[in-house]
C-alpha cells in the first residue's frame, strides 16, 4: 500500500522486490502535492487506484466530487481501480470507463466495527457478480474472536465467484491475512512502514513469514 510520498519513491526506485501489485491510496496521496507527471512515473508492478470514501476509512476533506475528478483524471495510468459498494451510482461513469478500457474493478465493503454476517458478505457479493462478474469483491471488516475469523474464512471458501479478497483488521487482523491468503483470498494488502489499517503487515515482515507458512517449516 503506498500512502505516502516516501512509499512511492521506494517503490519506484525498485527497493521492495516481489511485489505484484501496489494500491496508491489516492485519498492520502493527495495531500503529498504530487506533479500530474508523476503519476506517470513506471512502477514494476500493477496499479491499484484507491480513493478511500472517509465512510470506509478515507481521509477526510475529498468532496465526493473531488474523489470522481481525480479516479476520471488517473484512471487511464492504472490497471485496476477500487470503488465502495456502496458508491456504485456515485461512481456509475468512472465504472462505465474502467469498463469501456478494460481496467480491472475492485469492489469493496469495509467495516471497522464488527465481522458482517455471513448471509450480509454473500449479498454483498452477489451484488458485484451480478453487475461486474469479472471484478474482484474485497471485504475487510474487524475481528475480534475466532468467531468472527470463522465466519469470514467460511464465507471465503464457499465463495467460488466473484473472485474474493478478504483480509480482517484489529486483534486477529494479522493472523487473518496469513490464514487468508492460504484460503484463496486474491490480495493481500501489505504497508510499507506505518501501518494503514489496524492488522497490517508491513512488507518485510509478511515476506519472510509467509513462505514458511506455504512450505509448512
Keep these: 500500500m503506498v500512502a505516502t510520498r516516501a512509499d512511492w519513491e521506494l517503490v519506484t526506485q525498485g527497493v521492495f522486490l516481489g511485489l505484484d501489485s501496489c ?10 502535492q504530487f506533479g500530474e507527471s508523476e503519476w506517470l512515473t513506471p512502477f514494476p508492478c500493477s496499479k ?3 480513493i478511500r470514501d472517509p465512510a470506509e476509512g478515507g481521509r477526510p476533506g475529498l468532496s465526493a466530487n473531488e474523489r470522481v475528478s481525480l479516479f476520471e483524471r488517473l484512471l487511464p495510468h492504472v490497471d485496476y481501480s477500487d470503488i465502495e459498494l456502496r458508491n456504485f451510482s456515485l461512481y456509475s ?3 462505465a470507463a474502467a469498463r469501456a478500457s478494460e481496467k480491472q474493478l475492485i469492489i469493496s465493503v469495509h467495516d471497522f466495527e464488527k ?4 448471509e450480509h458478505m454473500r449479498r ?5 457478480e451480478a453487475q461486474y462478474p ?3 469483491f474485497k471485504i475487510a471488516a474487524q475481528l475480534t474472536s475466532w468467531e468472527d475469523l470463522v465466519r469470514m474464512g467460511n464465507f471465503l471458501v464457499r465463495r467460488p465467484r466473484p473472485q474474493v479478497a478478504a483480509m480482517g483488521m484489529g486483534p486477529l487482523g494479522r493472523i487473518s491475512r496469513l490464514l487468508f491468503a492460504q484460503l484463496g483470498s ?3 494488502y501489505v504497508s510499507f512502514h506505518k501501518s494503514v489499517a489496524p492488522g497490517q503487515w508491513d512488507f518485510e515482515s509478511f515476506r519472510s513469514i509467509f513462505p514458511q507458512i506455504v512450505e509448512g517449516n
Design 23 to 32: 494500491e496508491l491510496r489516492m485519498d492520502l496521496l493527495a495531500a503529498e
Design 48 to 50: 491499484i487506484l484507491t
Design 93 to 95: 461513469g468512472v465504472l
Design 115 to 118: 465481522t458482517p454476517t455471513e
Design 124 to 128: 454483498w457479493a452477489d451484488e458485484t
Design 134 to 136: 469479472e471484478a474482484i
Design 186 to 188: 486474491v490480495l493481500v
